[in-house]
């Protein structure tokens, strides 16, 4: 029975995989970026010559950009979790909403950990790093590039960009698809609207505005 069931999930995955790749990927590998954005150079663009899985996403955020570094550097499993779907990716744990003093320094080689194991295969490490400007995180065979452009005195675009070349002969490369392809974007997306609601509470909390003033990304982040 096994074996009749095996060639009709196969079929399954591989319809699933060529719709995602033609409709739902072009739409969600830019999600709310321009197109000067996405041509634009990032730390790490050098590093994947012939990625399979490339999207740049952007964000415009109420608050100066050394006020969204901070909520930043201290993302990752274990750490402050990551603003985003905490069930699935923090054990559900709730994702911090303030800032935690201990976690404020980083360096090169600082593991950012996407689950509970610390692996070079499994998590990230900071390659480089320009304080309130832009960092790189890169693990085997994929980077994630953080890069802050002031557009005023009072707002900032936040852009991510995810590269990784996938490696067919991995006995997870199924689970490996199926995490890129399906599940990266909702959770990044709600990871840039999480970060987006803590950084802006917080810039009206010092700017004094207490209840007149409503992040953007809770209208957003309610809908999800």
């Known amino acids: 029975m096994f074996k009749k069931i095996v060639p009709g999930l196969t079929l399954l995955f591989g319809v699933v995989c060529a719709i995602s790749l033609r409709f739902y990927r072009s739409w969600h590998s830019r999600w709310g970026a321009t197109d000067e954005e996405v041509e634009l150079e990032m730390p790490g663009d050098e590093l994947i010559k012939q990625p399979t899985f490339n999207v740049t996403r952007a964000i415009t955020i109420h608050a100066r950009p050394e006020e969204i570094w901070p909520w930043i550097i201290q993302i990752g499993f274990g750490r402050v979790g990551f603003y985003s779907y905490d069930l699935l990716d923090n054990l559900g744990k709730p994702s911090a909403d303030h800032i935690i003093p201990e ?49 005023d005195e009072e707002h900032t675009r936040l852009l991510i ?57 809770d209208r957003l982040l309610h809908a999800l």
């Open 103 to 151: 976690l404020q320094h980083i360096e090169v080689g600082t593991w950012i950990p996407m689950s509970g194991k610390v692996t070079e295969e499994t998590a990230f490490r900071v390659r480089a790093f320009e304080p309130n400007r832009w960092m790189l995180w890169e693990k085997v065979a994929s980077t994630w590039a953080w890069k802050l452009l002031p557009i």
């Open 161 to 217: 960009r995810l590269k990784c070349h996938y490696r067919w002969n991995r006995p997870t490369i199924v689970t490996d698809l199926l995490l890129m392809e399906v599940g990266d974007f909702p959770m990044m997306r709600k990871l840039m609207l999480g970060l987006k609601l803590r950084a802006e509470r917080a810039h009206a909390d010092v700017e004094g505005w207490g209840e007149e003033f409503t992040p953007s990304a």
